[in-house]
């Protein structure tokens, strides 16, 4: 069914997923990335 309407011009919007990551995972794969330490919260 996909291939035939892909063949006919149908456009096919795949489902979004959200993946969640812990801080460290996060910024060890690449998600984020570490602030400056000027522009960083504190004292």
């Known amino acids: 069914m996909y291939k035939e ?3 006919e011009g149908t456009i096919i919007l795949g489902g979004t997923t959200n993946k969640y990551y ?3 995972c996060a910024i060890h794969k690449g ?3 570490q602030r400056a330490k000027v522009e960083r919260k504190g004292p």
């Open 5 to 7: 309407l892909k063949k």
């Open 22 to 24: 812990c801080i460290s």
């Open 31 to 33: 998600k984020v990335a």
